[in-house]
């Protein structure tokens, strides 16, 4: 059974039997011994009892917890013997050439020593073997064509530890941690310590050692400078990257021209819509005009991150600065040139009167065209594109309906096309050339959602604009499509969106819905719930009776006898009337309802 002594080794502590101690103790005061006239004695002793401290650390892993004889032995062994190495001047080169012949697995450090910003790309040089010049030419490459080497470089930065300790500084190059190469480490960060000492101007510092104000105020104005040169040199990175990346989309954009996919832009079809000027004009124009900024802003990064970077040269900047105004001048001139292809507008108009009956329900829908869309609710404000026949066309939804009241006895429809131009002359041209189409087709109007006109007419905001004038009492059912063009003012016609089931009257200050309920369910003017099947049924009973009364009226006008039929379905409002004399003392018989649900009354 032995003692244990507990011991603070390299700031670690540790259990050690006692002739294991002891024998530790004789191996510290041998290389005390052997480095006595050694420069920087301190610091290579801390270091070796750091790495001792280390390699106990890793024989002591597991549940052993007192370091014994044996484990003393083996590190003496790993550090090597002090008396096999003069510790002198001239057998530095000897040593040197044994430390470094059994040489270890390296560690990844930033190497601050040799360092341009951060000693990162100097710990890859010495992880990798290579020299760290080659290592910062790529950064550079990658900086500078991808924008991802600063992000990169950041990220390792902050990753890798910094080789601070002479330990760290050998794992770093791989050499052995032994006493000779620690030692060997000292001497040159000391040697490399007396040269700059060496070099020190002393007359130099006795002068600013006279005014101390002066000596700070220099020490605080190159911090200032050294924060303010990082500073520009990461807004140096942010302006290389950033107007790399831009010259890099216009010069793409300016070759493909939008044949690429990723470009969602009819770019050709807009540039001839918006001048008569050749597409790879236009584009040349475009890309010197916004290029060349950016191009002055990369030299202005390239100068903050290079110190000593060379000018391009008045005549190369005049030169440059002359083609920007021209394309800027020209680009100008265009754009006042399509202003005025904008500057009045003008329409025609259509008008045409509807064959039908008042006294039946008119009904109202909108179509679209399957080539150019698959749904009513798939609309463009305009786009380019190819009919049919493969003819270059433009294409657009810009169609809208308005519902008016009108004092004629026949309905009729207004149809207004509106286009804009350098002229009214030019404008009313553009909109006579709009192709656009209704039918109506039994008690049934039918609408195109869309209008069509010929590509070299070029896009003016054309449009169609639907006037409906309907008489007073006239009945009518929008379809469910009609919500996407009704324009009407809502004081005046109110269209319910939920359902295509309401019938509206047309009455004498506004449009009247027969069988609509409000948002809550409720009736007009109730404060119950009503559904919509019985507020259509009471719909029906006052329309029926309310045409039978008129009919009646009319009949003992005429003195005639008359069948009248009154139906209110989901089709809308008929009334079929079928007159015959009346014989002299014949009775009315009063009203029935056949098997339909249609009430029939003679007279």
């Known amino acids: ?127 990798l073997g290579i020299d ?69 101007d002393y007359d130099k510092i006795g002068n600013q050692a ?9 020490g605080l104005s190159d911090v200032l400078l050294k924060i303010f040169s990082i500073f520009g040199k990461v807004i140096g990175a942010f302006l290389v990257v950033f107007a790399s990346v831009t010259l890099g989309s216009l010069l793409i954009g300016f070759i493909t021209a939008g044949s690429f996919s990723m470009v969602n832009f009819p770019w050709q079809s807009y540039i001839d819509n918006f001048t008569d000027v050749p597409l790879w004009i236009v584009g040349m124009l475009i890309l010197i005009a916004i290029g060349i900024p950016f191009f002055f802003l990369l030299i202005l990064g390239l ?41 009045f507008d003008a329409k025609v108009v259509q008008k045409q009167k509807i064959d039908f009956n008042p006294k039946d329900t008119l009904k109202i829908k909108f179509t679209y065209n399957d080539y150019f869309a698959k749904d009513i609710y798939d609309t463009e404000d305009f786009v380019f594109a190819q009919d049919s026949a493969k003819a270059m066309v433009i294409y657009s939804n810009n169609v809208t309906l308005r519902i008016l009241k009108t004092d004629e006895k026949v309905p009729y429809i207004q149809i207004e096309k509106k286009a804009e131009g350098k002229s009214f002359a030019a404008a009313r041209e553009r909109a006579e050339k709009i192709n656009y189409s209704y039918k109506f087709k039994g008690n049934e109007l039918i609408f195109d959602n869309y209008l069509l006109t010929d590509v ?32 009407t003012d809502n004081s005046f016609f109110d269209l319910w969106f939920d359902s295509d089931i309401y019938i509206y009257q047309m009455q004498s200050s506004q449009v009247k819905c027969l069988n609509c309920a409000d948002q809550n369910g409720f009736a007009e003017g109730e404060d119950t ?27 003992i006008h005429n003195g005639q006898n008359s ?41």
């Not at 006279?210 to 220099?218: C, L, V």
């Open 1 to 127: 059974m032995n003692k244990t002594v507990n011991i603070n080794l390299g700031g670690m502590f540790f259990h050690i039997d006692e002739d294991a101690y002891q024998k530790l103790n004789r191996y510290f005061e041998a290389v005390k011994r052997s480095l006595s006239n050694s420069t920087g004695k301190d610091e290579i002793m801390k270091d070796i009892e750091m790495r001792i401290a280390e390699l106990l650390t890793e024989k002591n892993r597991g549940e052993k917890q007192v370091v014994g004889l044996k484990d003393v032995e083996e590190i003496i062994t790993v550090m090597g013997q002090p008396e096999d190495y003069r510790i002198d001047d001239e057998a530095a080169e000897q040593t040197y050439n044994y430390s470094s012949s059994t040489r270890r697995p390296k560690k990844l450090y930033r190497d601050k020593d040799n360092s341009m910003v951060g000693g990162v790309l100097a710990g890859f040089g010495h992880y």
């Open 132 to 200: 760290p010049l080659w290592l910062r030419i790529i950064m550079v490459i990658l900086l500078l064509g991808f924008g991802t080497g600063l992000l990169i470089y950041l990220i390792l930065w902050i990753l890798m530890p910094a080789a601070t300790t002479t330990t760290e500084k050998l794992e770093m190059t791989g050499e052995p941690v032994t006493i000779s190469n620690i030692e060997k480490k000292v001497r040159e960060e000391f040697d490399t310590i007396s040269e700059k000492f060496k070099n020190v």
């Open 210 to 218: 006279r005014n101390a104000g002066e000596r700070i105020g220099s």
């Open 303 to 343: 100068k903050l991150l290079i110190t000593n970077m060379k000018s391009i040269g008045n005549p190369a900047k005049y030169t440059l600065l002359a083609l920007w105004i021209i394309s800027i001048g020209t680009l100008v001139a265009l754009g006042l040139q399509q202003a005025t292809e904008l500057a």
């Open 456 to 487: 070299k007419n070029k896009y003016r905001h054309q449009k169609v604009e639907i006037f409906l004038y309907l008489p007073e009492g006239t009945y009518f059912k929008p379809d469910m499509s009609v919500q996407n063009y009704d324009h």
């Open 529 to 555: 719930w009503v559904d919509e099947e019985q507020i259509a049924r009471e719909a029906e009973q006052e329309a029926r009776l309310e045409v039978e009364r008129e009919m009646e009226r009319q009949n």
């Open 563 to 603: 069948s009248t039929t009154v139906t209110i379905n989901e089709k809308g409002v008929q009334i079929k009337k079928e007159a015959t004399e009346r014989p002299q003392g014949t009775k009315s018989k009063g009203l029935k309802m056949d098997k339909d649900g249609v009430i029939i009354k003679n007279n």
